[in-house]
């Protein structure tokens, strides 16, 4: 399958916010990574976590292939080389991780995949960065510091793209403080994809909260 790193990161930026979700259940993931695309979210960061994590990944990637190829996955909480290969194998089109680590971003320079490393420094996003990393996610994003910290790195290194996952709520008042602070975009988990909504197996709502995320951001951005 053909990769686009670059598209894949234009794309991330663009949607402004990346859902990230896990479920053991393959028809569950298929409906809520659908109900995220049909709301304007095509990047979505599948966890690897969980037993058997990538085949059930393996089997949504496959799914999408065919039935709708704009949609992107990735793979999150991916803290190693080996694991980066048995997902980018599988169809993911993004690594994110919850730390940085050199061999999972030499890995992804060698196949041109986007690898997102989580940091919680500026060294570490400084590394990060000489390793080819275009995003960095901030995380846990609210333990390392929240919008104050973001502002703090992007002024002394305003080429800096950063994505805070972990303290992200999806309300006008926390996204606007991320926002306003320079991200270049935020993930965002059962905090949009609700225990609620899943519960409910209430697509159509998760695809609606979906939407309004985005357009929320959108507005932000505009102001």
């Known amino acids: 399958m053909a990769i686009d790193r670059l598209k894949v990161l234009t794309t991330m930026m663009d949607q402004g916010v990346i859902p990230v979700f896990y479920n053991p259940d393959v028809e569950l993931c298929k409906n809520v990574i659908k109900a995220c695309a049909d709301g304007g979210a095509k990047c979505v960061e599948f966890t690897n976590r969980g037993d058997f994590a990538s085949h059930v990944f393996y089997e949504c990637a496959t799914h999408f292939a065919k039935a ?16 980066a290969g048995i997902y980018v194998a599988n169809g993911a089109r993004f690594v994110v991780g ?37 995003i960095v996610k901030v995380f846990p994003g609210s333990c390392v510091g929240g919008p104050s910290f973001v502002k703090s790195v992007l002024g002394p290194t305003p080429w800096t793209r950063i994505m805070p996952t972990g303290g992200v709520d999806a309300t006008e008042e926390s996204l606007t403080a991320w926002f306003k602070a320079g991200v270049a975009c935020v993930g965002i988990g059962s905090k949009l994809i609700t225990k609620e909504l899943l519960a409910a197996k209430d697509y159509k709502g998760i695809e609606k909260k979906v939407a309004s995320t985005i357009a929320l951001i959108r507005s932000i951005r505009g102001k």
């Open 68 to 83: 709708d190829p704009s949609v992107i996955l990735g793979v999150g909480s991916c803290i190693d080389a080996p694991t």
């Open 98 to 134: 919850s730390l940085l680590n050199p061999d999972v971003a030499k890995f992804c320079n060698r196949r041109k995949i986007a690898y997102c490393p989580g940091c919680g420094s500026a060294t570490e996003i400084s590394q990060a960065e000489e390793l080819g990393c275009e």
